[in-house]
């Protein structure tokens, strides 16, 4: 693990976040969260359906994972890897697709606070 991921982890604890996402642009599309977290579970396919509805994301995966932030954070964490080449809706110009990323996070958070009030 990087010094930096442990400032984030320790930085998330300090603040008494909620939730830890943290989003990363790689080959292989995929949503992790911890194995035994209910919450991060619910978390990462509410954040999957918007990015395969909205952005048009295609091969998104979700899955089981034991990154630094997923087992160390004690909120719900969820590790997002995006290949924009497989979202048809997402712009390729970098702050075009980050603006359209964040939209689709708030969109994925909404739904997950949705789902544990009811």
């Given amino acids: 693990f990087s010094l930096d991921l442990l400032t984030k982890v320790l930085k998330a ?16 599309s995929s949503l992790g969260h911890y194995f035994s977290s209910y919450k991060g579970k619910l978390l990462a396919r ?9 952005l048009s994301c295609k091969k998104v995966s979700l899955k089981e994972s034991t990154d630094f932030v997923l087992v160390h954070t004690s909120m719900p964490a969820v590790v997002i890897n995006l290949d924009r080449r497989h979202c048809k809706q997402l712009p390729q110009d970098d702050e075009d697709g980050r603006w359209k990323e964040a939209q689709a996070l708030y969109q994925g958070l909404r739904s997950y606070f949705e789902a544990l009030s009811h």
């Avoid at 509410?46 to 909205?54: A, C, F, G, N, P």
Wanted: glycine share 4%.
């Fill in 46 to 54: 509410s954040i999957k359906q918007v990015l395969e509805d909205e």
């Fill in 13 to 28: 604890g300090e603040v008494n976040a909620h939730i830890f996402v943290s989003i990363d642009h790689s080959k292989d």
